[in-house]
């Protein structure tokens, strides 16, 4: 299992990261982001993708 | 930034051996899109402002070599060299072209200081420094970039005037109707906006300069109405950095022109990543163009990597994606988001709200040859653009799309 943080003050809810990883991020009725902290190590490329596409880089993976 | 996520997609393409990523600009890559809003209207120092906008890179792309503030002027394909400014000469193996693009300037006569364009981090800590309250300012050009800076200055409390010059604010992405409703919108903020005329002339205060000097003091019009300015910003459009390339049969007569796999025509191994590349739109039909979106470095690098990897390893080419292409504008702190190619439409379907009220929340959709290829959603949460956006990739890519490169 691996972890991301979103820095919330970052995060302008654009909705990029639920395109490329939508197992971990999603959008909700109200526009804003929805996420699973952690992660199977199968989703790894596609959150990788997310964190590329996030247009403020707002997603960091910790480990 | 293509050149950044070009090095990263070599790597996970299976390249192992040396990547080397030159250019010209001093810093290490960094983000654009707030140059032109947030770090226009605050920046903080230069330090400050790099460190907001500064690109992290994957982990996994290691043992990249940059070289930095180092621009090519010259390249031999034949030969598999390049030149730098300093003439250095660099040779390689496989070649590949994110040079981008400059802003292109407003091709008139007249003074220029105190004229800006906005592409670069210098660019936009100058101009910020001349952004004070009352400041009148002349935005020349009403693209995404222009209504940006102009909204911001005039949330710094410029007086700002927008020269549309030919159409209207954001019409050649959005089409006409959601354009007359920016217009309104960037109206009620308090931003003059000038439809249908363009600069003939740069004026200067004429007796105050000295020979070659002078500060540019506003612009004529067509008409010969004169617009006063402290500060003018030219965002009329962009020109792809190529010239280097002159000399070895490319074409560029408009970025430089690749096929689907955005490998270059005429040249190998050599691919084209970002904006500077023109290839051919699969999903929307049509000859090969050039997509100045963000997302553009990113989408074609996974494209031209293992493209590039595969020619130089004797494989196969995979099957190349066909990206999605999306965009957005904040203004105002309303958020327009796109997806697809609106610009290429010939009809328009309005999915919700009222495109002439953008601010209360509308969704367009845009059609070609009755094929639905664009979406385009103002003030709505971010989960109705990926609800657009799923149509619009489910519309999928015509059946005889032409997979020739022109």
Not at chain 1, 13 to 34: S, T, Y
Not at chain 2, 21 to 45: C, F, M, Q, T
Not at chain 2, 316 to 338: M, N, Y
Request: include cysteine; charged fraction near 25%; charge should be negative.
């Amino acid at each position: 299992m691996k972890t991301i943080d979103v820095d919330r003050s970052l995060c302008d809810n654009h909705g990029q990261c639920a395109i490329a990883a939508p197992d971990v991020f999603r959008m909700n009725a109200d526009g804003e982001l929805e996420y699973e902290a952690t992660f199977d190590d199968g989703l790894l490329d596609e959150v990788e993708e997310a964190i590329d596409v996030c247009p403020v880089q707002a997603i960091f993976l910790k480990d | 930034m293509g050149g950044l996520r070009a090095a990263e997609q070599l790597r996970a393409a299976g390249w192992e051996e040396e990547i080397v990523v030159v250019g010209d600009e001093i810093h290490p890559p960094y983000n654009r899109p707030p140059l032109s809003k947030d770090l226009l209207a605050a920046p903080g120092s230069r330090e400050e402002a790099l460190a907001a906008v500064q690109l992290r890179q994957r982990r996994t792309a290691t043992d990249i070599q940059w070289r930095l503030g180092s621009a090519v002027v010259a390249a031999d394909l034949a030969a598999r060299t390049l030149t730098l400014g300093t003439r250095e000469e660099l040779a390689y193996d496989g070649l590949v072209i994110a040079t981008g693009l400059r802003p292109r300037r407003v091709p008139v006569p007249g003074p220029t200081a105190g004229r800006h364009v906005i592409r670069r981090l210098e660019d936009t800590m100058a101009l910020h420094g001349e952004l004070k309250p009352k400041t009148r300012v002349v935005v020349i050009g009403a693209g995404f970039i222009g209504c940006e800076a102009a909204a911001t200055a005039a949330g710094l409390g410029c007086q700002v005037t927008l020269i549309e010059g030919t159409g209207g604010p954001m019409e050649r992405p959005l089409g006409h109707e959601l354009s007359a409703g920016i217009r309104t919108f960037l109206q009620a903020h308090g931003i003059d906006c000038v439809a249908g005329k363009r600069v003939t002339e740069f004026l200067d205060v004429s007796g105050t300069h000295t020979e070659g000097a002078g500060r540019c003091a506003g612009v004529r019009l067509e008409d010969g109405t004169e617009v006063a300015a402290d500060v003018v910003i030219e965002a009329v459009g962009s020109l792809p950095n190529v010239e280097w390339l002159a000399g070895n049969g490319l074409d560029l007569s408009d970025g430089v022109l690749c096929n689907e796999h955005l490998q270059v025509l005429g040249a190998e191994p050599v691919v084209a990543v970002g904006d500077v590349a023109r290839y051919p739109d699969r999903r929307a039909g049509g000859p090969a163009r050039r997509v100045e979106h963000w997302a553009t470095p990113a989408d074609t690098a996974k494209i031209a990597a293992p493209a590039l990897v595969a020619a130089l390893q004797g494989d196969v080419v995979p099957e190349p994606a066909v990206p999605l292409p999306s965009f957005w504008s904040d203004i105002f702190k309303t958020r327009i988001q796109g997806v697809g190619s609106p610009a290429l439409a010939d009809t328009i379907e309005v999915l919700e709200g009222d495109p002439s009220r953008p601010w209360e929340g509308t969704a367009v959709a845009y059609y070609r040859d009755g094929r639905l290829i664009g979406a385009v959603t103002a003030a709505l949460p971010a989960d109705r653009q990926l609800h657009y956006r799923k149509l619009v990739n489910e519309s999928g890519i015509p059946a005889g799309a032409n997979l020739a490169a022109v």
